[in-house]
């Protein structure tokens, strides 16, 4: 496991543009962390690292946001998944192996994911801003 701290949204998003780097593009990439932890700006970046001009937003609403870069990229928010049904419906299983998958909230599908997910969890720091990343990378 690594681990990295993020003094910032900037920073977070700088982590996320250096990921981007590394992916190949069939990435399932599992965030875990509680609201306002910076899952969105992490995901900025990474698709800012990936060539995405476009605004990232969190998907909250629409479930799913889809980005055009070096990969499609498919921005998942699992918030409101409470169950297998709701999971099925935001059509989570048809995106698989089609890009790179981000999703906030993977607490709420974590018996769905892939033993090859990259597992990234963000807890508060020592400070109000500060953020420490530890990232574990799926087995493959």
């Known amino acids: 496991m690594k681990q990295f701290i993020s003094n910032s949204a900037e920073d977070t998003e700088r982590l996320g543009e250096q990921l981007a780097q590394t992916l190949r593009g069939d990435e399932v990439i599992a965030l875990f962390g509680g609201l306002g932890m910076g899952k969105t700006a992490f995901t900025r ?11 990232v937003s969190s998907p909250t609403f629409a479930l799913v946001n889809e980005y055009r870069g070096k990969h499609m990229i498919y921005h ?3 918030y409101r998944v409470q169950s297998w049904e709701d999971l099925y419906s935001t059509g989570f299983f048809d995106y698989m192996d089609n890009g790179i998958l981000v999703i906030e909230w993977s607490e709420n ?8 997910a990259l597992r990234i969890t963000i807890r508060r720091g020592e400070t109000d801003h500060q953020r420490i990343f530890e990232i574990e990378e799926g087995k493959a």
């Open 109 to 116: 599908i974590e018996g769905a994911l892939p033993d090859n």
């Open 76 to 78: 998942f928010d699992m």
């Open 45 to 55: 970046g990474l698709a800012r690292g990936l060539g995405v001009s476009d605004g």
